[in-house]
């Protein structure tokens, strides 16, 4: 019997919505369910974000940590607090864990094994994918079942209706 090929992906964030839509977004495409965990470093830590130490009431061997194993296959990440926790959790998983990162870290292309970028972010490298926009969990066949099937509130609005 094989174990099951479905890899442990953690989206790590600060809980921004903004970072967070976009770990989601990538991890849905992966046909994935993520665990989401969430840093929130105390000052001064947070003020040395991204290139600081993470908190140390966080790292991984701490009771309650949001970076405590076992590690994920992968870690998603976004927003610049988690950029140190990315690499906190490579370091303690002996390598083992596959980093991501949406958005230019401001830290370089070596931040992760693999980054994601808007086109108008100056970030290149081989380990870079450049794109117009930001990840989103927008698909095209969701936004044609939105279409089809409106919520109840944007339904009831006159037509034409347009939304941003």
Known sequence: MQAD??????VLTDGKAGDEVQCLG????LGVTPEIRRIAPRKPFAWLMPRGPIDP???PDRPGSPIRPPFPDIV???GRRAIAYVRAVKKASNGATFTVILKDPR???GSA?????AEHDRLRGENVLVTTTSPHG???QRLEAARRAPPAAI???PAPRAAV
């Open 107 to 109: 830290t370089g292309a």
């Open 155 to 157: 339904a009831a609005l």
């Open 5 to 10: 090929p479905t890899p442990i992906v953690w």
């Open 138 to 140: 927008l698909a095209p």
């Open 113 to 117: 094994d693999f980054l994601w970028v």
């Open 76 to 78: 998603i990440a976004s």
């Open 26 to 29: 990538v991890a849905e495409r």
């Open 57 to 59: 009431r966080e790292a």
